[in-house]
Nanobody, 115 residues
Framework: QVQVVESGGGLVQAGGSLRLSCAAS????????MGWYRQAPGKQRELVAE???????NYADSVKGRFTISRDGAKNTVYLQMDSLKPEDTAVYYC?????????WGQGTQVTVSS
């Protein structure tokens, strides 16, 4: 089993920055990728950014150039640095960890960007 715990959400004005953290614990040797998804009210959950164990990353087009995903292998933690935030980035952000047999989700953290 793997547990993932997010932190770092909050309220910020448009143009501001936030950093989200996600710490993984448990049978983490099985995890090959971790990332962030978000879900806004009335919308489907969507991928924001993902990074593999080897360090390869990919981003949603809507956040490219503004968000940066990184990982600290020693701490089993993934970070999402969010800059130039927009009101449309408002959502619940979920940490995701993928193994070859299943996915694991955090409880979610609210990010609200005011205009």
């Amino acid at each position: 089993q793997v547990q993932v715990v997010e932190s770092g959400g909050g309220l910020v004005q448009a143009g501001g920055s936030l950093r989200l953290s996600c710490a993984a614990s448990g049978t983490i040797f099985s995890i090959y990728a971790m990332g962030w998804y978000r879900q806004a009210p009335g919308k489907q959950r969507e991928l924001v950014a993902e990074i593999t164990h080897g360090g390869n990353s990919n981003y949603a087009d809507s956040v490219k150039g503004r968000f940066t995903i990184s990982r600290d292998g020693a701490k089993n933690t993934v970070y999402l640095q969010m800059d130039s935030l927009k009101p449309e980035d408002t959502a619940v952000y979920y940490c995701n960890a993928k193994s070859f047999t299943r996915e694991y989700w955090g409880q979610g953290t609210q990010v609200t960007v005011s205009s």
